[in-house]
């Protein structure tokens, strides 16, 4: 048990646009989704903590309105990142942690590669 | 400050132990968490230390010392497809993970 699907896994858009990414807890609920970014041979940054039903929020230096989460159910939150930029071309991964355990276990999506052109 | 220490890189090889030690300093403490990390994958858990001792799970057993704040994953009978990056990661007080860039462990037969 404990999966978390992300959708799309890979994604290319021309720059200006927008793209929005999914993660879904496939057979628990969610209390709180994590969203991260990884570029290459770097550590992951926490870009936002969501939990269902309320504002998520974002760790310095990441723009809200540039990245809007919206976490709409216990298994599914999305993120979209609206006027993309070549920058934000990276690795984005989503992790989220179990409503029925008390475990701070994060488990981890499959991550989604963003390029943007 | 919140900070990780780890080696960026260990050779060792197939068949043999290797440790892979992490030193940490967070605001508050709940736990640590080490993670497997495949070039291009997302990462996946291993092992969670919350107490001081070891934790043995099969070939990988973790270490967990909080008065020293230091922390070390052990991989035994190491096998080709451990070649991964190994990600040390506490908890603070906000039960945040706090991420380092992990290690990149080479395994050569």
């Known amino acids: 048990g404990a999966v978390v699907s992300q959708h799309p896994s890979w994604v290319i858009c021309k720059s200006g646009t927008s793209v929005k990414i999914e993660c879904r807890s496939l057979?628990?609920?969610?209390?709180?989704m994590f969203w991260y970014r990884q570029f290459p041979k770097q550590s992951l940054m926490l870009m936002a903590t969501s939990n269902e039903g309320s504002k998520a929020t974002y760790e310095q230096g990441v723009e809200k309105d540039k990245f809007l989460i919206n976490h709409a159910s216990l298994t599914l939150s999305t993120l979209t990142v609206t006027s993309a930029h070549p920058e934000d071309s990276s690795f984005y991964i989503c992790?989220?942690?179990?409503?029925?355990?008390?475990?701070?276990?994060?488990?981890f999506g499959p991550g989604t590669r963003l390029t943007v052109t | 400050g919140q900070n990780i220490d780890q080696p960026t890189e260990m050779t060792a090889t197939e068949g043999a132990i290797v440790q892979i030690n992490c030193t940490y300093q967070t605001s508050g403490f709940n736990g640590l968490f080490w993670y497997q990390q495949h070039a291009g994958e997302a990462p996946t858990f291993l092992s969670y230390n919350v107490l001081d001792g070891l934790e043995e799970k099969g070939r990988f057993s973790s270490f967990l010392s909080r008065s020293k704040g230091y922390s070390y994953l052990l991989l035994k009978e190491l096998q080709m497809k451990d070649s991964a990056s190994y990600l040390c990661a506490p908890m603070d007080s906000n039960y945040q993970l706090i991420w380092g860039a992990g290690t990149k462990l080479i395994i050569k037969p």
């Open positions: 057979d628990f609920q969610a209390t709180t």
């Open positions: 992790s989220a942690r179990r409503r029925d355990r008390d475990s701070s276990e994060q488990y």
